[in-house]
């Protein structure tokens, strides 16, 4: 299985002048974390890593640090994550005919994660990991009053890897340009091309790291993780 990991974002909301990928948990970079969860994960094949010219340098020397085994290149960014994961399809081998896309902020899922997302590949052409709504939600208007209370039960949060067939993405990014469409994950753009889009279900520890509350949350659990195991992450899988 291709994997595509969008990497060239600046990480505003966590406050950083630098991408954020290159933030430190437990002594390793989001980025590295990321990576060596995919690296573990026994049905991935080839890592496709997009990113901005001005991060290549650091990304590199992440890969030579972890001593990663899979292949691995790396894809120019773009300015929005569309426009990046855009750019990713255009970069996969000729031979990709499925593709996982994996955030590089969701530094915690794990090799499993992986590997039961690309499994649910084989029978399906587009899916996302996810994990069922714990909170009550509601819908407000611009004033900010409660409209509506959609029923919890139906609710899933997405999350990433999600996964598609290379082809049928690429058509419906394709649609996406020229009809305008903006949009915060793939699988909107196969949702609004009409094409059904699978649940696998996900893990509640894959957060995306985005404020310093999440790296706080993020360095916990990693720290929990390590001391359960005291061995190395990319030696042997760890699931949650």
């Not at 001593?67 to 000729?94: A, C, D, W």
Request: glycine share 10%; hydrophobic share 40%.
């Amino acid at each position: 299985m291709h994997l595509l990991i969008p990497a060239a974002g600046m990480g505003k909301r966590m406050g950083s002048n630098k991408n954020k990928l290159l933030l430190e948990v437990q002594s390793k970079t989001l980025l590295s974390w990321t990576l060596l969860a995919a690296n573990g994960a026994s049905t991935i094949s080839w890592i496709g890593i997009i990113s901005q010219s001005h991060d290549r340098g650091y990304f590199e020397e992440i890969i030579s640090e972890q001593q990663l085994t899979k292949p691995m290149q790396f894809i120019p960014g773009g300015s929005t994550r569309q426009e990046s994961v855009y750019n990713g399809l255009q970069g996969l081998p000729r031979d990709a005919r499925k593709v996982l896309i994996h955030d590089g902020a969701r530094c915690l899922a794990t090799p499993d994660l992986f590997d039961r997302c690309a499994v649910a590949m084989e029978g399906c052409n587009g899916l996302i990991a996810a994990v069922p709504v714990k909170d009550t939600i509601k819908v407000i208007n611009q004033s900010g009053i409660v409209q509506s209370t959609p029923k919890r039960g139906n609710l899933w949060a997405a999350q990433t890897p999600q996964g598609f067939d290379v082809m049928l993405l690429k058509q419906c990014h394709q649609k996406g340009i020229s009809k305008g469409w903006e949009v915060t994950d793939d699988a909107a753009l196969f949702e609004r091309s009409g094409l059904e889009v699978h649940v696998v279900e996900g893990e509640e520890t894959n957060l995306k790291v985005t404020t310093p509350q999440d790296l706080a949350i993020a360095e916990s659990i990693l720290a929990s993780r390590l001391g359960n195991r005291g061995e190395d992450y990319n030696e042997k899988p760890i699931n949650s």
